[in-house]
Every structure is written in structure tokens, then in C-alpha cells.
């Protein structure tokens, strides 16, 4: 008996020591994995070295699925060509397939250059590669919603018109059934400036804090973005609002793009309240988001050496 009681005790040590629950779960965000220059990593619009880097680690992950904010390819000019560069990418993530952890892609700005690109990332993405049907009408396959355990993920595409909006329409309708305990949100162009890119949600500031505040409201704490290719956390709050109304919006645009620096300008905030938490720079890397019942915690991993990824920065909270 005294042995099984230093069992359980030694048991829930491991438990307390880990951190989470043997409930807990994971997934992954990242983004902008596309080539760019003449760089020897770089094959068909791919960053191939840093792609296959990350799907390997992703495995290891296990998460129960994947979050990719766009820019999967350098985006080329014929329909052809986007077809043959996507097909490069959905080679390197075959690891990722194959191990049943769904992928979960919204397209970017460089998945914009071609003639017909809805038609042909609605023909890549079918079978075990497609996207949920349950958008928008015109927006199937682009704009989604995935429900899992208590989580309610939405994806936005941002590029149906000229102006860099999302259907806050359809948006409203799914927080207004949303029954989820927890809200994740996410995009390619951010919401509020993190790098160099001035060409984000700030240019549409109204449908920008309209968006941001409809998070807010339905008990969302965070958005993912990429478009920059760096990690930026920074934290967003209305004036008057308490920390648990207060937006948190990763950039991880950190998936084999073109590392980028940032600026000082500080770009079109509004009226909002702006908190610098974590800026990283000259990194590749990913984002693991571990769900434990009420509790998030959200690591990203930077990548130190070839194949070798270890958390950098690290940021929790508890919805009531």
C-alpha cells in the first residue's frame, strides 16, 4: 500500500512538473515560407531547406493540426506555375500529412499574381488537403471555420476585393453561434504594424478596430498573422478596457521567407493602447499553442542551429 501511495504521489509530480494536463493538446502557427532571391535554399517558390526543417519538427510537435498565415510560395505569374510551386510545397509537408495532423492554410498576398488564383488553390487543395467548405458563399475554401474540443479557429482571407478587408458579415454570424470556451483568429496582413509592411489592416483603420473589437467581444484573446517575416507580440487595448479585453497579435511570418527587420514607425494605431512584449528578428520558427482546459500557453521556437528549434519567447492566460 505504502508503495502504491509513492506511486500516485510521484505521478502527479510529473504531472505538476510538466506543466499540463494529460488532457492538454497542442497546435502549431507559422507562415511565409516562400522563396525569395537567388538564395541556394530557395526551389520553386519554396524555401525547401526551412520547409522541410519545419515539417519534420511539426511532427515531433504532434499537434492535432496546423495553422499556416499564408505566402506559401513566391507567387508566379501563370496559373501553371502556381500549380507546380504548390505542389513543391505540398511535398514538403507530406511528413506533416502523413502523420494525420491536418494543415489549415490562408492565402497570402503572393498567392494573388496569377490569373485565376482562387481556381487553382481551390483545385491544389482538395481530398486530405482541403480546406473546410463552410465559409462564406464565393469564399469556400478560403474563408473556414474548425471546431475542436473547445476551440473555435477562424481563418479570414483578406484578398476578395481591392481593399484589404475581411467578411465581417459572415464573421459576426459565427461568434454570434460560437459556443467554444476558447477564440483564435487568423489572417496574412496584420492588424496593427510589427515590421516593415505599412501595408497591413491600418490602411482600412475603421474595419481594422471593427474586426479587433468583434474578437474582443466574443472572449478572443489573440491573432495570428504573417506578411512580416520576423515574430512581433504585441498587446492591444481600448482605452478605458481591462487586460482581459486586451488583444494579443503574433506575426509569426517565420517559414523560411526573407528575414526582415523591423521599424521605429510606430504606424496607424488609432486610439488604441499599444504594449511591446516580444520582437525577435533573423529567425526562423514556429508557434506551439497548448490548450488546457481554460488555460493557453503560446511558445514560440526559434530555430538555433540547422533542424534545431527552442522556445524564445513564451506568453499564458486563463479565460474565465
Known sequence: MKSLRL??????????????????????????????????????????????????????????????????????????????????????MKPVYDAGIKVYNIRGN???????????????????????????????GMSFTVSYDNVLVVGLDEFQSKQLRVNQAWFDSVLKNKKEQHLFVFSHKMAFRSGHHDDGMETDPASRDTLINSIIAAGGRTAFFGHDHLYDHKAFTAPGDSSEKTLHQFVIGTAGAPLVHGTDDPGNNGNWKVEKLKHIEDKYGYAVVEIDGPKVTITFKARSAPGVYEPADSFSYTVR
Open 7 to 92: 506511486l500516485a504521489c510521484s505521478l502527479a509530480f510529473l504531472v505538476f512538473v510538466a506543466g499540463a494536463s494529460a488532457d492538454s493538446w497542442r497546435f502549431i502557427v507559422t507562415g511565409d515560407g516562400r522563396s525569395g532571391g537567388s538564395r541556394p535554399e530557395d526551389h520553386n517558390g519554396v524555401n525547401t531547406v526551412i520547409m522541410a526543417e519545419l515539417a519534420k519538427a511539426m511532427v515531433g510537435e504532434r499537434p492535432k493540426f496546423v495553422l499556416f498565415s499564408g505566402d506559401l510560395i513566391a507567387g508566379p505569374k501563370t496559373d501553371a506555375e502556381m500549380e507546380s510551386q504548390l505542389t513543391t510545397w505540398l511535398g514538403l
Open 110 to 140: 503572393h498567392e494573388m499574381h496569377v490569373p485565376h488564383p482562387e481556381d487553382v488553390w481551390r483545385k491544389m487543395f482538395v481530398g486530405p488537403y482541403a480546406m473546410p467548405s463552410n465559409g462564406p458563399k464565393g469564399e469556400e
